[in-house]
């Protein structure tokens, strides 16, 4: 099982980043996809989900209208784009596979985590 996160960086506020997560095509494939996040001290907490065949998303409330998630998947990727990105946004960011076709804003209807890429936003 194979997840690789990347695209995080330092930017400043108002600016934009668009993040990748790659994975296996067994990982990938009838698979939704998710974006969660995590500040140091804090939970981890949904950001955005995708199902298996792109039709369907969900959105925290605190990024709806900024960011948008969409997959390839012939590329076994999924992406987030973040655009009017706030110091608040400061996490480590983390893509996941779902247990089945459609996303979840619950971290435990995923099944497979990759490792973070660090988004920092400053004011």
């Known amino acids: 099982v194979q997840l690789q996160a990347f695209g995080g960086g330092l930017v400043q506020a108002g600016g934009s980043l668009r993040l990748s997560c790659t994975a296996s095509?067994?990982?990938?494939?009838?698979?939704?996809m998710g974006w969660f996040r995590q500040a140091p001290g804090k939970e981890r907490e949904f950001v955005a989900g995708?199902?298996?065949?792109?039709?369907?998303?969900i959105y925290a409330d605190s990024v709806k209208g900024r960011f948008t998630i969409s997959r390839d998947n012939a590329k076994n990727t999924v992406y987030l784009q973040m655009n009017s990105l706030e110091p608040e946004d400061t996490a480590n960011y983390y893509c996941?596979?779902?247990?089945?076709?459609?996303?979840?804003?619950?971290?435990?209807?995923?099944?497979?985590w990759g490792q973070g890429t660090q988004v920092t936003v400053s004011s």
């Open positions: 996941a596979a779902a247990r089945s076709a459609v996303s979840s804003r619950d971290v435990r209807d995923y099944r497979y």
């Open positions: 095509r067994r990982t990938f494939s009838n698979n939704g």
């Open positions: 995708i199902s298996w065949r792109g039709d369907l998303t």
